[in-house]
């Protein structure tokens, strides 16, 4: 499985973004889906996930409230909707395919992963 993120950009805070993440190759729709972020300096976290169905979506404390993930099993896409941006949610965005139906924060469950998207955000 291929992943290729795109959507993101500069923008100021308080602003947002649409990220999307496209599944090529050995699809399997079956599987869980997740966000995960890395910002310069710090170890990769876990932002949200949705489970195979596009059910049960989970977040982050600290984006929750302001993010949405959502998936179109149709298309192989999965979106993460991203608002009321602020500084701290500068990093390189991106997704991952999990081993599971279920989407999952763990790192460890996922076994494909995509190379990412900056989002920078501007005070």
């Known amino acids: 499985v291929q992943l290729q993120a795109s959507g993101g950009g500069l923008v100021q805070t308080g602003g947002s973004l649409r990220l999307s993440c496209a599944a090529s190759g050995r699809t399997n729709t079956n599987n869980g889906m997740g966000w995960f972020r890395q910002a310069p300096g710090k170890e990769r976290e876990f932002v949200a996930t949705?489970?195979?169905?596009?059910?049960?979506?989970s977040y982050a404390d600290s984006v929750k409230g302001r993010f949405t993930i959502s998936r179109d099993r149709a298309k192989n896409t999965v979106y993460l909707q991203v608002n009321s941006l602020k500084a701290e949610d500068t990093a390189v965005y991106s997704c991952?395919?999990?081993?599971?139906?279920?989407?999952?924060?763990?790192?460890?469950?996922?076994?494909?992963w995509g190379q990412g998207t900056q989002v920078t955000v501007s005070s």
């Open positions: 991952a395919v999990s081993r599971y139906a279920v989407g999952s924060s763990q790192a460890a469950s996922y076994v494909s």
């Open positions: 949705i489970d195979w169905n596009g059910g049960r979506p």
